[in-house]
């Protein structure tokens, strides 16, 4: 999608939304991709867990940090965030391409799905070398859903998107 192009659709669906059209200055300066509609903020709700992963190797007290992490949608996220304009982002949301939100949320969807699963097999009673391996190969299959998601947020991404999230998870299960 061309730049051009991405801000016409969200400022059109903006205005079709009945709601107060969307401009890409205002979005611009709002830290939310005008080609888009959608704000990397979103990714550092993903990043936190990563960071927290990463850690459990030489501060094993941040397991029970990273097992209190709970699952949020982007609406969610920017509706409990302090983020300055995130009314602006949950409506650019609602208006962005439906293809690159459904993108995004199934990008979600999956990582969401791994922090859950490496949650569930952390037990609280999991010796901390067998939790920071979890740990460690959690964080390594999260970048690159996370570093994808980005690509989406930023109009990056090129073709064949929504088969991206099954790309990743089938290579996984091939390890």
Request: aromatic residues 6%; hydrophobic residues 45%; charged residues 20%.
């Amino acid at each position: 999608m061309k730049y051009r192009d991405g801000v016409e659709a969200v400022q059109a669906a903006g205005a079709a939304s009945g709601r107060k059209p969307i401009d890409a200055p205002q979005l611009a300066g709002s830290n939310i991709n005008p080609a888009t509609g959608l704000a990397t903020d979103y990714l550092n709700h993903f990043n936190e867990a990563i960071m927290l992963l990463e850690m459990l190797s030489s501060c094993p007290d941040c397991r029970d940090d990273f097992l209190a992490w709970r699952p949020m949608s982007y609406r969610e996220h920017f509706a409990a965030s302090r983020f300055k304009s995130r009314d602006l982002a949950i409506a650019a949301y609602d208006a962005a391409n439906p293809n690159l939100r459904g993108c995004l949320d199934t990008l979600a969807g999956t990582m969401t799905a791994v922090l859950e699963a490496t949650r569930a097999a952390m037990s609280a009673d999991m010796p901390p070398e067998s939790a920071a391996v979890l740990a460690d190969h959690a964080a390594a299959w999260l970048k690159p859903l996370v570093a994808r998601a980005g690509a989406v947020i930023n109009g990056d991404a090129g073709n064949g998107l929504p088969n991206a999230p099954q790309a990743v998870v089938d290579g996984l299960m091939e390890r």
